[in-house]
């Protein structure tokens, strides 16, 4: 049983830049997904950024350029480095994993979320 622990949210300026962290513990499929997504309130729940099983990074085209995923080699940590924020970035970020994860960035596919970190920025 995987678990999934966020952290690094905070409150920033527009401009400013944050990186978030996610500590995975427990059992790990052969062929796992990770994402990022958020969730502003009374909005639906956006893919930002995710791993596929291949190892290939997929990102959201409103933080492309800005938003970068990474994992260390180790495979136990993802992080989504931040720059250039803007009010509009504003959420709960959650981190996720899945099996086999055909489309990273939809919710759906993934069945293991950690609890959120807060990004605020003004």
């Known amino acids: 049983h995987v678990q999934l622990v966020e952290s690094g949210g905070g409150s920033v300026q527009t401009g400013g830049s944050l990186r978030l962290s996610c500590a995975a513990s427990?059992?790990?499929?052969?062929?796992?997904?990770l994402a990022w997504f958020r969730q502003a309130p009374g909005k639906a729940r956006e893919g930002v950024a995710g791993i596929g099983t291949n190892g290939v990074a997929t990102t959201t085209d409103s933080v492309k350029g800005r938003f970068t995923i990474s994992r260390d080699s180790a495979k136990t940590t993802l992080f989504l480095e931040m720059n250039s924020l803007k009010p509009d970035d504003t959420a709960m970020y959650y981190c996720a994993t899945g099996v086999y994860c055909a489309n990273v960035l939809s919710p759906s596919e993934y069945d293991t979320w950690g609890q959120g970190t807060q990004v605020t920025v003004s």
């Open positions: 427990g059992y790990h499929h052969s062929a796992y997904c």
